[in-house]
């Protein structure tokens, strides 16, 4: 297949990151589809030209339809693009994997984790297509990197990698995404990519705790850092390339999602950490902080396969066993002397 063939796109999911994919897309010219589940906040996007709820400012182009049919949506489609929240994200897949035709791309642009299952995005759209006898027919893989929403719709450069077994996929996904602002590497480390994506959630939790609790920058600094090591550990324990998590995917989307003011996740553990309980600071929010929900999932993960995680440990006592974060902080630095490597 080759990448000029694209003439049509799937997004699913018409939250802040699937719109301003679908708007990055559509602006390069490519025709694109839109699905939200709800046909209201779909009429809106058709009357307004703009998502005024997730993606407010950011006009729609023309050549982007939004729709509430996923038969629709990815009839004739060679890219599918799923941007719904990992909690919901089966029971979409489910739907639409009988839908897809043989030889689609199909993109993971989710960070998160399954709870129930323990499995990536990426793992999910296997094992459904495994079900369906379909697996060796479609290519699956994943889209990370440091990349606000807000920012990739205002055309600010960006740069992110494209994660599939295939390198042949990567590189037409790559094309297809590729602009004069929006930079795309490849990657075969679909593992380690999803790993970072989803743990990066949880680190962001951590720094915004220490910021709310007024912790300072070489808290930060420590951190992303010592953060940096437990998401390695555990993506190499599950099979992922160690080079990875000092890549886009790795040590830059973690930087950005632990120091930047758009971080969700980040603002979270800031109103943790300035005296908030999850509920408040999570009713205080209109779109979803995926970290907090990754923090049981990946929780749960760690212990599985057997990686000491101290920072996910404690943002997980916090989140779930209603830890103090004070608390949380001291005894981190109350743990035995080690060395760092």
Sequence with gaps: MDANTMKQTAVIGAGSWGTALAKLLADKGEAVRLWSRS??????????????????????PANLQPTDDLACCVAGCQCVIMAVPSHGFREVFVRLAPLLQDGALLVSAVKGIEIESGQTMCQI???????????????????????????????????????????????????????????????????????????????????????GLGCGLNARAALITR?????????????????????????????????????????????????????????????????????????????????????????????YEDKPCKAAVQELFQRSLREEV
Excluded at 47 to 53: A, G, P, Y
């Design 39 to 60: 046909s209201t906040h779909v009429d809106a996007l058709r009357r307004d030209r703009e998502n005024r709820r997730y993606l407010p400012s950011a006009a729609l």
């Design 125 to 211: 759209m296997n094992a459904e297509l495994a079900r369906l006898n379909r697996q060796s027919r479609l290519h699956v893989g994943v889209l990370s990197g440091p990349s606000f929403a807000d920012e990739v719709a205002a055309g600010q450069p960006t740069a992110v990698t494209i994660g599939f077994a295939d390198l042949y996929a990567a590189k037409e996904v790559q094309q297809l995404f590729s602009t004069s602002f929006f930079r795309a590497y490849t990657s075969c480390d679909i593992i380690g990519l999803e790993i970072s994506a989803a743990m990066k959630n949880v680190i962001a939790i951590a720094a915004g705790i220490a910021d």
């Design 227 to 319: 953060g940096l090591a437990e998401i390695t550990r555990l993506g190499v324990a599950l099979g992922a390339n160690p080079l990875t998590f000092s890549g886009l995917g790795g040590l830059g989307d973690l930087v950005l999602t632990c120091t930047g003011s758009l971080s969700r996740n980040r603002t979270v553990g800031l109103k943790l950490g300035e005296g908030r309980t999850l509920q408040q600071a999570l009713s205080e929010m209109t779109m979803v902080a995926e970290g907090v929900k990754t923090t049981k999932s990946c929780w749960q993960l760690a212990a599985h396969a057997g990686v000491e995680m101290p920072i996910l440990e404690q943002v997980y006592q916090i989140l």
